[in-house]
C-alpha cells in the first residue's frame, strides 16, 4: 500500500506546487509532462517504436502551446509530416500515425487548458482535478467492494457498473461541494452543478478511452515511471479529457 501512498502523495505536492508558483515551475512540469507522455504512447508500439516520432509529437505538441493563433496550420503541417514520414518508414502504419496524432492533440489541448486556468483562476483546477480524480478512485473502491457487474468486458473486464455509478456519485457530491464551497462560478449554482454532473462522466470516458488505447496494443499499463501507479497517462487520462472539457464549454456556453 505504502508503494502506492508515497508515490501519489509526491504527485499531489509537486502538481500543487507548480500550479501555486506558476512560471518557470510550472512549465517545466508541463514539458516532462508532455516528454513522459509522448513517450509512454510510442513505447507501448514496441515493435514499431520510432525516437523521431516521439520528438515530432512533442515539437508540435509546444507549438500548439506557445503559437496559439496558428493551431490550425500547425496542425495541418502536422498531419502532412506524419504521412510523409509513414510512406518513407515502413514500420509506421497509417494506424499509427492516426494515433499518434489524436495521441498529440488530446495532451496538447489539456496543457493548453492548464495554462489557460492557471492564468485566470488556479483554484478551478484543483475543481476539476477532485472531479476527476475522485471519481477514479471512488469507482475503484466502490467496485473493489460492491462490484458484480461487468462493465464493458472488451475494455476494461476489472471495471464494474457498482463502481461507475459509486465513482459518479462520489465524483459528483464532492467536487460540488468544493465549488458551492468556495464560489467558484459567482452566484449561479446551476453552473456549478453542470460542471459537477458533468465532469464525473466525463472522466470515466477519458479512463475507458486510454484503456482501450492500451488494450488495442496489449499493455496493462502506459509506462512505470509512478511506483504503484503505472505511467503518466495512466494517472492523467480522466484528467486531461476534464480539463478539455471543461474550458470549451466555459468559452463555448458562458
Same mark, same amino acid.
Given at each position: 500500500?505504502?508503494?502506492?501512498?508515497?508515490?501519489?502523495?509526491?504527485?499531489?505536492?509537486?502538481?500543487?506546487?507548480?500550479?501555486?508558483?506558476?512560471?518557470?515551475?510550472?512549465?517545466?512540469?508541463?514539458?516532462?509532462?508532455?516528454?513522459? @507522455?509522448?513517450?509512454?504512447?510510442?513505447?507501448?508500439?514496441?515493435?514499431?517504436?520510432?525516437?523521431?516520432?516521439?520528438?515530432?509529437?512533442?515539437?508540435?505538441?509546444?507549438?500548439?502551446?506557445?503559437?496559439?493563433?496558428? $493551431?490550425?496550420?500547425?496542425?495541418?503541417?502536422?498531419?502532412?509530416?506524419?504521412?510523409?514520414?509513414?510512406?518513407?518508414?515502413?514500420?509506421?502504419?497509417? #494506424? #499509427?500515425?492516426?494515433?499518434?496524432?489524436?495521441?498529440?492533440?488530446?495532451?496538447? /489541448?489539456?496543457? $493548453?487548458?492548464?495554462?489557460?486556468?492557471?492564468? @485566470?483562476?488556479?483554484?478551478?483546477?484543483?475543481?476539476?482535478?477532485?472531479?476527476?480524480?475522485?471519481?477514479?478512485?471512488?469507482?475503484?473502491?466502490?467496485?473493489?467492494?460492491?462490484?458484480?457487474? $461487468?462493465?464493458?468486458?472488451?475494455?476494461?473486464?476489472?471495471?464494474?457498473?457498482?463502481?461507475?455509478?459509486?465513482?459518479?456519485?462520489?465524483?459528483?457530491?464532492?467536487?460540488?461541494?468544493?465549488?458551492?464551497?468556495?464560489? /467558484?462560478?459567482?452566484?449561479?449554482?446551476?453552473?456549478?452543478?453542470?460542471?459537477?454532473?458533468?465532469?464525473?462522466?466525463?472522466?470515466?470516458?477519458? #479512463?475507458?478511452?486510454?484503456?482501450?488505447?492500451?488494450?488495442?496494443?496489449?499493455?496493462?499499463?502506459?509506462? @512505470?515511471?509512478?511506483?504503484?501507479?503505472?505511467?503518466?497517462?495512466?494517472?492523467? #487520462?480522466?484528467?486531461?479529457?476534464?480539463?478539455?472539457?471543461?474550458?470549451?464549454?466555459?468559452?463555448?456556453?458562458?
Amino acid at each position: 500500500m505504502n508503494n502506492r501512498i508515497l508515490p501519489a502523495i509526491g504527485i499531489v505536492l509537486v502538481s500543487a506546487a507548480a500550479i501555486f508558483f506558476g512560471g518557470t515551475f510550472l512549465n517545466i512540469v508541463i514539458l516532462f509532462i508532455i516528454a513522459a @507522455s509522448c513517450y509512454e504512447f510510442c513505447a507501448i508500439r514496441t515493435n514499431r517504436f520510432n525516437i523521431i516520432l516521439i520528438l515530432v509529437m512533442i515539437a508540435f505538441i509546444l507549438s500548439m502551446l506557445y503559437a496559439r493563433n496558428r $493551431q490550425i496550420g500547425i496542425m495541418i503541417a502536422y498531419i502532412i509530416f506524419l504521412f510523409m514520414f509513414a510512406i518513407f518508414t515502413p514500420e509506421i502504419t497509417t #494506424d #499509427d500515425i492516426a494515433s499518434c496524432f489524436l495521441m498529440s492533440v488530446i495532451i496538447a /489541448f489539456a496543457m $493548453q487548458s492548464v495554462l489557460t486556468l492557471s492564468e @485566470s483562476n488556479k483554484a478551478i483546477i484543483g475543481y476539476i482535478v477532485i472531479a476527476a480524480f475522485l471519481t477514479d478512485a471512488g469507482a475503484f473502491l466502490v467496485g473493489m467492494k460492491f462490484g458484480k457487474h $461487468q462493465l464493458i468486458v472488451r475494455i476494461s473486464p476489472k471495471k464494474t457498473i457498482e463502481g461507475a455509478i459509486g465513482g459518479y456519485i462520489i465524483g459528483f457530491i464532492t467536487s460540488f461541494l468544493f465549488a458551492y464551497a468556495f464560489k /467558484f462560478f459567482g452566484s449561479d449554482p446551476m453552473i456549478y452543478l453542470f460542471f459537477s454532473a458533468s465532469l464525473p462522466i466525463v472522466s470515466q470516458v477519458g #479512463d475507458l478511452a486510454f484503456s482501450m488505447i492500451k488494450r488495442t496494443y496489449g499493455v496493462k499499463d502506459f509506462g @512505470s515511471i509512478l511506483l504503484g501507479h503505472g505511467g503518466i497517462l495512466d494517472r492523467c #487520462d480522466s484528467l486531461f479529457f476534464c480539463l478539455i472539457f471543461y474550458v470549451s464549454m466555459i468559452g463555448f456556453l458562458f
